[in-house]
């Protein structure tokens, strides 16, 4: 061919000497036709190709569909046949070449951007949501290339210097990914004493970036990420990209890791999660505190955090019943989910953006914020039905059933159970007819005990509907709906006065909940459990329960601590205060295997506090 012509021409003009030699028999097999491509056609041209084998196809296809003569029809269909051999081996060619072709399109784009859009287009090559995100190989390669651009650009030389010292820190970092799970009496995830221990300050240690390591060493002592951001005056671009790959590699590790543990498979895609959530608030964070100095810096983090969410959400683990969970925790990130609000808020409707507006109302539900859970699941629900994403749009319509239990308007709480269920039943999505059954049942006792039904058949109907979402969310093994059937079912049995029978399925939905790493709902349970103990004059029992449970909701920001609180307030004043404190030391031990001695030692503090304002 000739290399005067376009590139539109020549390669229309390869694909008809193809054609052409095959209806002449000079083409006996498909390995030819792949050898002209490999021979022809120039990595990173790829569209131009393709449009023009469209191009072709289409005119061919429209003479073999339509040609009267039959020695003609016969032309344009054998044709036809050459050029889906040809299709067929562009794929294959595709395939072999995607790698070059990727970094090729790479350094085009990112030589070509504006000095200001090239950090965004360095972060879209490597987004995992991307067909072909570069892998740490081809940023290698990519690095290498820009090379040869650096020295008449010095933007383009940063990248450069960034993208090789990101990947050289990861290459330390590797080793080290989980080392700190084994340190003695380390808790699984990011939570815990700030301090030497831990995942953050394990990874600072081994890195020489100045910028990561006060990242690691701040996020390791529980301060701001986002003034740790507005401090760094003398960041520069290298700088940003060199953290950039670190915290991507870290985040993405540990999933990898993490979805790996067959062996304990809650407690992986607990930690997954956990994992999600976590990296996406920290560049929430950094995307504040960095825009302050540049925009593009703010942007950028924005755009990295965006990634992490739609990542996060095509999980099949997303949790789109699950509150906030327990390893996701640390005072800096107590508030954690509402700096996804704002960014979020910028991203034009689509499937993911519904089921990430799907955890931030539930998880603003446990934070006592109702008006904002019902406002984020009202707009999940309408963008998961225009998106077709029916198990989200069945998760919304029970999440606004529950929170509308919690503003008392349980006529608005049974309407929408009573959706979810037809709904879940049509779809056949048997996780959330489990949820509506236990919503149902749960709106009905509670409307009922509003409206001080007394006959035991209103109840009886009720707890029958918690027992059906009980026994389906078992056979699912779903213990996430279970650990909410259990907790339902026991308040149910607290409202109609069969205690043992509440204090059972309390224990249970607490120990359920444990396993799901809901905190809300351990919250929840043990505050429940606190009030029926109290009603049975188990005072030890009421202050054990009542002190873990306000402990719980504290630690997410719960306003709900209060309620506990209160329980415990009037305890303290019945049996005075040495009584109090000895029951308190009684149980000891069992609080501090599930809070540890810093939480233990902050219970009376909390209880002063509440005691303050009262």
């Known amino acids: 061919m000739s290399e005067s012509l376009p590139l539109r021409d020549r390669y229309l003009a390869l694909i008809d000497d193809i054609v052409q030699s095959t209806l002449k028999g000079k083409i006996s097999s498909v390995e030819q036709v792949y050898q002209l491509l490999l021979k022809d056609l120039t990595p990173g041209t790829g569209e131009v190709f393709e449009l023009a084998l469209s191009d072709r196809l289409t005119i061919i296809q429209t003479q073999a569909d339509s040609e009267p003569d039959e020695l003609k029809k016969a032309k344009a269909t054998r044709s036809l046949r050459a050029i889906k051999t040809i299709q067929t081996q562009w ?10 072709e990727v970094i090729v399109s790479a350094v085009k784009e990112i030589t070509t951007a504006s000095a200001e859009q090239r950090l965004a287009t ?37 990248i450069s210097i960034g993208i090789t010292r990101g990947l050289s820190s990861w290459q330390r970092l590797q080793d080290h990914l989980v080392s700190w799970m ?17 995942p953050w300050a394990t990874w600072a240690k081994q890195i020489d970036s100045q910028l990561a390591k006060g990242l690691l060493r701040t996020l390791a002592m529980e301060q701001s990420a986002i003034e740790f951001a507005e401090q760094q005056r003398g960041i520069t671009l290298g700088d940003w990209v060199e953290l950039a790959l670190i915290l991507q590699y870290l985040q993405r590790g540990l999933v990898s890791w993490f979805d790996q543990q067959a062996y304990n498979v809650q407690a992986g895609s607990k930690l997954s999660i956990s994992t999600f959530l976590t990296f996406a608030v920290i560049w929430s964070q950094l995307a504040s505190g960095f825009g302050s100095i540049a925009a593009v810096y703010g942007d950028g983090g924005s755009q990295i955090m965006l990634q992490i969410l739609r990542t996060f959400a095509q999980r099949s683990y997303f949790p789109l019943y699950g509150g906030i969970f327990a390893s996701f925790s640390g005072s800096y990130l107590r508030n954690a989910l509402d700096y996804l609000d704002e960014p979020l808020s910028r991203v034009e409707g689509t499937q993911e953006k519904a089921r990430i507006l799907t955890l931030l109302g539930s998880s603003q539900r446990a934070l006592g914020q109702y008006q904002r859970s019902i406002t984020f699941h009202q707009q999940a629900l309408e963008i998961a039905r225009n998106a077709g994403d029916r198990p989200c749009e069945i998760a919304n319509l029970n999440h606004l059933s529950r929170t509308y239990v919690q503003e008392q308007n349980y006529a608005e709480a049974i309407n929408y159970s009573q ?66 059937c259990l907790s339902s079912i026991g308040i149910a049995y607290q409202v109609i006065n069969q205690p043992a029978d509440a204090i059972k399925n309390l224990e ?62 009037i305890l303290f004043g019945q049996i005075g205060e040495e009584a109090f404190k000895n029951a308190l030391q009684q149980h000891r031990p069992k609080l501090i295997a599930i809070i540890g001695v810093d939480g233990y030692d902050y219970i009376p503090q909390l209880l002063a506090e509440y005691r303050q304002s009262m």
Not at 92 to 100: C, D, G, I, L, S
Not at 123 to 145: E, G, I, V, W
Not at 183 to 196: I, K, S
Not at 544 to 559: K, R
């Open 508 to 569: 249970a939905g607490f120990n359920a909940a444990q396993l799901s790493g809901d905190l809300y709902l351990q919250g929840l349970n043990l505050a429940n459990l606190a009030e029926v103990n109290y009603s049975q004059a188990n005072f030890a029992r009421a202050i054990y329960t009542g002190c873990l449970g306000m402990y719980m909701f504290h630690q997410i920001a719960s306003q709900e601590w209060r309620k506990p609180a209160a329980l415990l307030a």
């Open 419 to 484: 959706r979810g269920l037809i709904l879940s039943r049509q779809a056949g999505d048997r996780t959330g007819e489990a949820n509506a059954l236990v919503n149902l049942g749960y709106s009905e006792v509670m409307q009922a005990q509003k409206l001080e039904q007394l006959e035991p058949e209103t109840y009886e109907m009720a707890i029958n509907y918690l027992q059906q979402g009980l026994k389906l969310s078992e056979q699912l093994g779903d213990i996430q709906s279970k650990a909410l």
């Open 91 to 100: 794929q294959r060619w595709q395939e072999h070449n995607k790698a070059t």
């Open 182 to 198: 084994y340190e003695q009496n380390r808790d699984l995830g990011f939570g815990g004493v700030p301090g030497e221990n831990g």
């Open 122 to 158: 360095l972060l879209r090559f490597t987004d995992p949501n991307q067909k072909y995100p570069l892998n740490a190989q081809q940023l290698q390669q990519l690095s290498k290339s820009l090379q040869q651009f650096a020295q008449a650009d010095a933007s383009l030389q940063q």
